[in-house]
């Protein structure tokens, strides 16, 4: 299934829109077969996941926001965001270590461990095909 959704994912990526449905199935078979998932691991791991995820790309919008607001701050504006940013910064870890701590429970160690990499070869896969593509 991995092989045969990302030829057609290719097409479809492109520098202005995409097809949200067949790039978060083929990131969901991507992983699952670089982590080896038991269809078991799978059904358990891609809700926690997925919720995951949503939480942390919360997190990085908040400090999106505060970068581009950034034009035109006072210093004390400046120092407050930062302030801000390192808070937020330390929600996502603290999010990462529940998140490892609970996958743990659902996926071996290893594979846990090899989950960032994955998910940046994943990134990349996707970039070049669309660097191809253009």
């Known amino acids: 299934m991995f092989f045969f959704a990302l030829p057609v994912l290719a097409q479809k990526v492109e520098k202005s829109s995409y097809d949200k449905e067949k790039l978060e199935s083929a990131k969901v078979a991507?992983?699952?077969?670089r982590l080896d998932l038991t269809p078991e691991q799978a059904e358990k791991f891609w809700p926690a996941y997925n919720q995951h995820s949503k939480e942390k790309r919360s997190l990085m919008r908040q400090i999106d926001k505060l970068v581009?607001?950034?034009e035109g701050m006072t210093?004390?504006?400046a120092q407050q965001a930062i302030a801000q940013r390192l808070e937020l910064q330390q929600q996502i870890l603290d999010l990462e270590k529940i998140f490892l701590k609970n996958i743990v429970?659902?996926?071996?160690?290893?594979?846990?461990?090899?989950l960032d990499d994955?998910?940046?070869?994943?990134?990349?896969?996707?970039y070049r095909m669309q660097k191809r593509n253009k």
């Open 118 to 126: 994955v998910n940046k070869d994943f990134a990349r896969h996707i």
């Open 105 to 114: 429970k659902i996926i071996s160690p290893v594979q846990a461990i090899k």
């Open 75 to 77: 210093n004390e504006q």
């Open 68 to 70: 581009e607001n950034g």
């Open 30 to 33: 991507f992983i699952t077969q």
